[in-house]
């Protein structure tokens, strides 16, 4: 079973709606980040969490929130979509000294 | 303003060449990471560096980290179809926050 998973994998929503992107980890990782990748744009950083209760803005938090539910749950929230969100998002988790796990990343589309 | 800059950003080569990634920075690190992806795909952690000056070896692949923890190297040897990817660095920034490269496109022709 994979150690960080992201539902959906696709989505295509409508501009103004709310969207919700959700990321579950089995490493026991503390941290906890959400990026955004966009082609010549490399990964850019929208929220980041060290643990239940600490929450950070990342580079681009503009237009998004999120929630960290549980160590092993963090999610990420469009609450009006608009069309230049359209990327590919990856969930990602740490420990306090290696690189990062990614997720397989979530397509949305917003039209 | 990106904080790694990676190059070459595009890399087409032949299966049997030998070629080198670079990523650099003005920044000192905690340690960085190289990382590959595949189109639609996470990116996949390949190694973390952590001292100045280490080298670390995963089969064919050559990591180096700078003696001033500034700078990296990959170097692939005997490139391979199966080495084609997108290939990422990322500094860890006081054991916090990474930052990401904008990435090395390699394309190993069979």
């Known amino acids: 079973d994979a150690d960080v998973t992201q539902t959906p994998r696709n989505r295509i929503t409508k501009t103004g709606k709310r969207i919700m992107l959700e990321c579950s980890q089995t490493k026991g990782h503390d941290r906890m980040y959400w990026y955004r990748q966009d082609p010549g744009l490399g990964l850019r950083l929208i929220y980041y969490s060290f643990d239940v209760k600490d929450i950070n803005k990342g580079e681009i938090s503009d237009g998004y929130s999120v929630s960290r539910q549980a160590q092993a749950k963090f999610s990420l929230s469009l609450e009006s979509a608009i069309p230049n969100q359209t990327a590919l998002y990856f969930c990602?988790?740490?420990?306090?000294?290696?690189?990062?796990?990614f997720g397989p990343g979530t397509r949305l589309t917003v039209t | 303003t990106q904080l790694l800059e990676q190059s070459p950003q595009f890399l087409s080569i032949q299966e049997g060449e030998n070629l080198t990634v670079y990523c650099n920075s003005s920044s000192v690190f905690s340690s960085l990471q190289w990382y590959r992806q595949e189109p639609g795909e996470g990116p996949v952690l390949l190694v973390t560096v952590v001292t100045g000056g280490e080298v670390k070896k995963l089969k064919r692949l050559t990591f180096q980290f700078g003696d001033a923890r500034k700078d990296s190297s990959l170097h692939i040897t005997a490139a391979q179809p199966g080495d084609t990817g997108l290939y990422l660095c990322a500094g860890r920034y006081n054991f916090n926050k990474f930052y990401f490269g904008s990435g090395t496109k390699l394309n190993v022709k069979p």
């Open positions: 990602a988790t740490s420990d306090s000294r290696d690189g990062q796990y």
